[in-house]
């Protein structure tokens, strides 16, 4: 069967149940010896029952030191359409990568083990793009008709950081890490060799590239309950996003990553009533300088934005671990020098690497903020004995708003005095 990507064939409906898989969908693992049998035989029992194509089950088992590799290979024996991958290093997007570029089905999935998402949105996930609407499908919990079970500090982390995603790198898919995402399989063998990331940033870096690429990214609600015995680091994984973040910047301002190219071979081609709109906005944010005062106010306050919001997720998990003082300096440091950076490149236009004396400049202003965030924690606790978590984000979200008119001035006056 053969599918050009700008103009997708549709699948036949009613296709026969027998034949090669049209879809292939990859469950990651990682010691997952409790989970593996019961999910996956009820993900079988639900494509048996539900898709009118024949299908693929595919185990990808990320060096696991249990029995789960054993496991998989005994439900590869027993289920005709489940198929058993050993990587010997773990990562997800290490996996997705592997099975997804060797994989024989026009269309690819994935999905976590635990099924946190309802698989009533299996189907709705992957018509897009088996009809040729479109090239990508994401499950989102954060749409207004998604049902979502899970905590308050989940729920904080997850917005938080895609509205980071949005005001950094311009993105407009509303949930980059939702584990259940779907794509043509002509897509990701043009997209994944650009990928970097092996980790759990795979996915947003992904879905970024598609976007700057053209693509049709289809969104589905779903409902989603969290998984109580998930092993995630919450930490680990928001240092290594962040840090995704800033190199997946750096690399689209620089041109490093040959989006126009993709675009050109495998992009929808815009409305005319948008594109300029469109082209528009990719200019103003990835590189040049804003015309005059205002367009530097509004430059450095889009990046104060988004580096308030980096900064409290860091705050808001430090916090429980080292107490509110450590956590606020660390946070405070950890955003600093990715908020000269870009500031020096977006809002004051200044290209090449960042030099050293720019830096020591930008930590001098940082200990500027740690001076009005710490003091303004300092009064906090002074004046309540115990304050709680949101008493004290209120504080510092005033705090940072004040020491953030500060940077500005001393940015423009200071560190990049000829602006």
């Given at each position: 069967?053969t599918i050009?990507l700008?103009?997708?064939a ?19 693992v ?7 049998e ?13 898709f009118?194509?024949?299908?693929r089950?595919?185990i990808?088992d ?9 496991l998989a290979e005994?439900l590869?024996a027993a ?8 990587l ?6 290490r ?8 994989s ?18 299996l189907l709705p996930l992957?018509?897009?793009?088996l ?7 994401i ?8 049902r979502?079970?899970?905590?308050p ?18 993105t407009?898919?509303s949930?980059a890490q939702?584990?259940?995402k779907?794509?043509?399989?002509e897509?990701?063998?043009q ?10 940033f795979f ?8 976007e ?7 969104e ?10 998930s ?6 994984t ?8 800033a190199r ?9 990553l ?14 005319a009533s ?6 528009s906005?990719a200019?103003?944010?990835l590189?040049g300088?804003p ?5 530097q106010?509004?430059?450095?306050a ?11 997720l860091l705050f808001?998990?430090f ?21 000269t ?12 690497r ?11 202003v ?25 008493l004290e ?9 004040v ?12 560190i990049?005095?000829?602006?």
């Amino acid at each position: 069967m053969t599918i050009t990507l700008n103009r997708p064939a549709p699948y036949p409906v009613g296709g026969a149940a027998s034949g090669p898989p049209v879809l292939d969908v990859v469950i990651p693992v990682y010691n997952e010896q409790n989970d593996l049998e019961p999910c996956v035989r009820q993900l079988h029992a639900h494509l048996a029952g539900t898709f009118p194509y024949p299908f693929r089950i595919t185990i990808a088992d990320n060096a696991s030191t249990d029995d789960t590799l054993a496991l998989a290979e005994t439900l590869q024996a027993a289920l005709a359409e489940v198929r058993a991958v050993h990587l010997p290093e773990k990562g997800r997007g290490r996996a997705l990568r592997a099975v997804w570029l060797a994989s024989d089905a026009p269309v690819l999935a994935y999905m976590d083990v635990d099924l946190s998402t309802d698989l009533t949105a299996l189907l709705p996930l992957v018509a897009p793009l088996l009809s040729g609407h479109s090239d990508l499908a994401i499950g989102t919990r954060l749409a207004r008709t998604a049902r979502v079970v899970r905590g308050p500090k989940r729920e904080f982390i997850s917005r938080s950081y895609n509205v980071l995603l949005h005001r950094t790198l311009h993105t407009r898919f509303s949930d980059a890490q939702c584990g259940f995402k779907a794509i043509r399989r002509e897509v990701a063998q043009q997209l994944l060799p650009l990928v970097e990331d092996s980790g759990w940033f795979f996915d947003t870096e992904l879905l970024v590239l598609a976007e700057r690429a053209g693509l049709r990214i289809a969104e589905v609600p779903v409902d989603w309950v969290d998984d109580p015995d998930s092993r995630v680091d919450i930490v680990a994984t928001a240092l290594a996003d962040l840090r995704g973040v800033a190199r997946l910047g750096r690399a689209l301002a620089t041109g490093r990553l040959p989006v126009a190219a993709v675009r050109a071979q495998l992009g929808r081609a815009p409305l005319a009533s948008t594109s300029l709109a469109s082209t528009s906005l990719a200019s103003t944010s990835l590189a040049g300088e804003p015309p005059g005062l205002a367009g530097q106010a509004v430059r450095f306050a889009a990046i104060g934005v988004a580096s308030t919001l980096a900064y409290l997720l860091l705050f808001v998990l430090f916090r429980g671990a080292i107490g509110a003082q450590p956590a606020n300096l660390l946070a405070l440091l950890l955003t600093a020098v990715a908020n000269t950076a870009t500031n020096r490149r977006v809002t004051f236009g200044r290209t090449g690497r960042t030099p050293l004396r720019v830096h020591g400049q930008g930590l001098a202003v940082f200990a500027l903020g740690v001076g009005v965030t710490s003091g303004a924690l300092a009064v906090l606790s002074a004046a309540v004995a115990a304050p709680g978590l949101a008493l004290e984000l209120a504080v510092l979200i005033a705090a940072s708003t004040v020491a953030t008119a500060l940077r500005f001035v001393l940015f423009r006056r200071w560190i990049f005095p000829s602006v």
